[in-house]
């Protein structure tokens, strides 16, 4: 079994709801930033999301329900290599001992490349997955300053475990542009243009789902604390109306939000990201 880290590290719960051979959901932090390329601490990201879910209603207006109650566990946080593959293999580990004991994962980063780990081990638990990933960059090079695992690679590697489909794109290098997949990508432009998302994004998804979160998906005036903040983002309700679609019809097996590099100065950012893994737990389970 695997131990809890703390009594209520996500959502400040009571014993009786994040006992870890109860819960339902078991929450694994993976504070690792070896390979971003701008600005660094997004392993300071899991951190910042617990001591702000602190502070959260546990009550969801929209779902009339209180999540907590089918508990939720915080485990001991990834011990991470700084060699990226070897931090894949260290997260896969630890999320495949979680998979055996039919926990809902959710993991929480540190930089993105965090989640091909998270998709191996829920790839299988099932076979037909498919991934979600709701990011501004395409991450789609075969390799990044010269490692296969950068954070500039992760939907190339998670596209090597199993498909998956891109919305809120809005920057590429010329070489990812060549490999698209055209029918499994919504760019931030088209989305901006009045484009209805939850139809295309349906269709190529299977019936189970594992959703990847970036947090620079969302407009810099909205989420300011990532590494590489992209303008021209999608705002909470676009990304909260989607994931109700995507909740509604299909399977969703697993979760990571990723790359929040916390700001001292500006706690709210690290609010949101705590919020919306309650908001979209809420609607998972209600």
Not at 20 to 32: E, H
Not at 89 to 101: C, E, N
Not at 253 to 282: C, I, Q
Request: charge should be negative.
């Amino acid at each position: 079994m695997i131990p809890v880290l703390k009594p209520g590290a996500f959502g400040a719960l009571e014993d009786d709801f994040c006992r870890y051979d109860a819960a339902a959901v078991a929450v694994l932090p993976i504070p690792y930033d070896g390979t971003s390329t701008w600005m660094k601490g997004a392993d300071r990201g899991p951190q910042a999301i617990f001591d702000a879910s602190a502070h959260m209603e546990l009550y969801d207006i929209e779902t009339d329900s209180e999540v907590f109650r089918r508990g939720i566990a915080t485990v001991p946080a990834v011990d991470c290599p700084s060699d990226p593959e070897a931090m894949v293999a260290a997260v896969y580990g630890r999320a495949k001992l979680m998979a055996i004991d039919r926990k809902f994962v959710v993991g929480i980063g540190g930089e993105h490349s965090v989640s091909v780990g998270l998709v191996r081990a829920a790839a299988e638990s099932f076979p037909d997955l498919s991934v979600l990933q709701l990011d501004a960059h395409c991450d789609t090079r075969e390799s990044y300053e010269g490692s296969r695992f950068n954070h500039a690679c992760v939907m190339a590697r998670i596209g090597d475990i199993c498909p998956y489909v891109q919305v809120g794109i809005r920057s590429m290098d010329v070489s990812e542009s060549a490999r698209l997949i055209r029918d499994r990508i919504l760019f931030a432009h088209e989305i901006a243009a009045g484009v209805n998302i939850a139809p295309k994004v349906l269709k190529a998804l299977t019936s189970h789902v594992y959703v990847t979160i970036d947090l620079d998906v969302l407009d810099p005036s909205v989420m300011p604390s990532t590494g590489t903040p992209e303008p021209g983002g999608i705002d909470w309700y676009t990304l909260l109306n989607l994931l109700r679609s995507v909740i509604a019809e299909k399977d969703v097996v697993g979760m990571d939000v990723t790359e929040l590099l916390p700001d001292p100065n500006n706690k709210a950012p690290d609010f949101l990201a705590a919020k919306l893994v309650y908001r979209v737990l809420s609607m998972i389970f209600a």
